[in-house]
Nanobody, 122 residues
Framework: QAQLVESGGGLVQAGGSLRLSCAAS????????MGWFRQAPGLEREFVAV????????SYADSVKGRFTISRDNAKNTVYLQMNSLKPEDTAVYYC???????????????WGQGTQVTVSS
């Protein structure tokens, strides 16, 4: 079993930045790829970014590429999402998730956090 707890969400103006954190209570954290997903009201959950267990491989959704950066600190069992140049369309609940398989597909993820709200005002 694993528990994931996100933090760092909030209200920010367009063009601003936020850094999300996800603390994981899981054995062998480095054996899990970690992903960030988001869900806006009325829309399906969508992939944002994923990082491999070692941190050596990352992938991003086209909509956030060049603006968001995913990273992890395996000594702290924590994954981060640095979000810059935020846009109103980035407004959503952001979830971190853990998977044994490096994937952009939410169905491959075994553990999920409760989510943190990010609101970007225009």
């Amino acid at each position: 079993q694993a528990q994931l707890v996100e933090s760092g969400g909030g209200l920010v103006q367009a063009g601003g930045s936020l850094r999300l954190s996800c603390a994981a209570s899981v054995r062998t954290f480095s054996s899990y790829a970690m992903g960030w997903f988001r869900q806006a009201p009325g829309l399906e959950r969508e992939f944002v970014a994923v990082i491999s267990g070692s941190g050596g491989m990352t992938s991003y959704a086209d909509s956030v590429k060049g603006r968001f950066t995913i990273s992890r600190d395996n000594a702290k069992n924590t994954v981060y999402l640095q979000m810059n140049s935020l846009k109103p369309e980035d407004t959503a609940v952001y979830y971190c998730a853990a998977t044994r398989y490096y994937s952009t597909n939410y169905a491959r993820y075994d553990y999920w956090g409760q989510g943190t709200q990010v609101t970007v005002s225009s």
